[in-house]
């Protein structure tokens, strides 16, 4: 079945530091990514996605490119704040079995530092 | 507009008592979805209506949980005689439903389930 594996944390950095969390996944064809985000004592928001290969998603500075030839969709940050300190979760959906359900990696925890 | 709300937010109950909770997804949406966070097993898909019908019930731990949706809006996750491993965040997400394999599902605040 659909799988997402994310880098282990958690991740501590300096402010203005560059990041990158890793994600790969496992699906059959071609599935819509998503990075979500889970700031302290919020609920899950959508920082942004890709739905096709070699599509770029971007949103407050972070971007993330579909590779296909590497089934992956790594997160990245050229200069992070003390604000981006939260839970990032990588996830799939489809894009044929189950395909509208979302499938999560098991999250990393960024911790910023000012 | 609104997004989407889940009561409560907090429910602390005993070992072998049922729970209901409820989500309201943003108007209009008739996709919805409910997933569980745990410690233990991140976070994992129950259960999603498209409208009143549940297509797709393969999340379902056990028979001990159970959900509906009236109207094609809100929806009602219950669980009986419940377990301690059933303590975890219980999130409940909608999407507009025109196109699932593409859309963003937007998530409510969660209800954090305790089980003593």
């Known amino acids: 079945g659909n799988s997402v594996t994310q880098m282990e944390g958690p991740v501590t950095l300096s402010e203005e530091a560059f990041l990158t969390i890793n994600c790969t996944y496992t699906a059959t064809g071609y599935p819509s990514l998503f990075w979500y985000v889970q700031y302290p004592g919020e609920g899950l928001q959508l920082l942004l996605k890709?739905?096709?290969?070699?599509d770029k998603g971007s949103n407050k500075g972070f971007e993330a490119t579909y590779r296909k030839e590497t089934t992956s969709f790594h997160l990245e940050k050229g200069s992070v704040q003390v604000s981006d300190s939260a839970v990032y979760f990588c996830a799939l959906k489809g894009p044929i079995q189950g395909a509208q359900k979302l499938v999560f990696g098991q999250g990393t925890r960024l911790t910023i530092n000012p | 507009g609104a997004g989407v709300s889940q009561s409560p937010s907090n429910k602390v109950t005993e070992k072998g008592k049922d729970v209901e909770l409820r989500c309201d997804p943003i108007?209009?949406?008739?996709?919805l979805y409910w997933y569980r966070q745990s410690l233990g097993q991140g976070l994992e898909f129950l259960i999603y209506?498209?409208?009143?019908?549940?297509?797709?019930k393969s999340g379902l731990p056990s028979d001990r949980f159970s959900a509906e949706r009236t109207g094609g809006s809100v929806s009602t996750l219950t669980i009986q005689r419940t377990q301690q491993e059933d303590s975890a965040v219980y999130l409940c997400a909608s999407s507009s439903g025109q196109a699932p394999f593409l859309e963003t599902q937007y998530f409510g605040p969660g209800t954090r389930l305790l089980v003593l």
């Open positions: 209506f498209q409208g009143n019908s549940a297509p797709d």
């Open positions: 890709a739905t096709k290969a070699d």
């Open positions: 108007s209009g949406h008739t996709a």
